[in-house]
């Protein structure tokens, strides 16, 4: 089986799409939360996820713009693109979007959590200490996060007391070892924050047990109008052509 993992889609239907495009044929899709928020499609892209995802969580700007978390929480741009798209959602996406957890055991290999096992909604996991506090959490081998919206990975061989992390280049494949414990990070879809514009997105093969990264362009000045329609913030804006 071919699963796509993505996550930090934020309403960029345009990189939503292109991610889709590049993944090719796949058997199931795994959201690790943020489908909306800061972007101009909220319902396009939850539509998307109602289609091909079969395991999906919730992520702070989800919760935001659902108005389940204190809007006080956030910047003045991301409070604005948050309310802006809560009040976009149809019935229909809203009731899609509003159950979801922001983890779940998938099964005994993974956990899926947006921030962390520790604190699946605000936690940033960005470094070495970090991922071994968490590991001390969970069973799983392996724990899928996105939050941070950097593209990126720690592993923890059994037995060691330290965890390494690793950033990824496009293309490069991560064996699961077991003896290896793991956090994968697949990046952004619609405003990854890594200095690379492109959208992000991994690939978990089955057969033989391992991870891929990816990194696919996209017409970043098409989903740029689109944020201008819709008056969005500039700074959010313009950031999606510097990947950060």
Known sequence: MRIVILSDIHSNLVALEAVLSAAGNFDALWSVGDTIGYGP?????????????QIAITGNHDLASLGKIDLRDFNPDARKANLWNGSQLTPENRAWLEPLPPSIHVDKQFLVAHGSPREPIW???????????????FSNQVCIIGHSHVQLGFRMRTGSEHA??????SGRTVELNSSTRYFIN??????????????????????????????????????QRQMQECGLPPALIRR????M
Do not use: W
């Open 41 to 53: 499609r909220p319902n396009e892209c939850v539509e998307l996820m109602r289609k091909h995802a």
């Open 123 to 137: 936690e940033y996991l960005l470094m070495p200490d970090q991922a071994v506090a968490n590991f001390e959490l």
């Open 164 to 169: 390494e992390r690793f950033l990824p280049d």
């Open 186 to 223: 697949p990046g952004s879809v619609g405003q990854p924050r890594d200095q690379d514009p492109r959208a992000a997105f991994a690939v978990f093969d089955t057969s033989n047990n391992s991870i891929r990264f990816h990194r696919v362009a996209y017409d970043i000045a098409k989903t």
């Open 240 to 243: 999606l052509e510097f990947g």
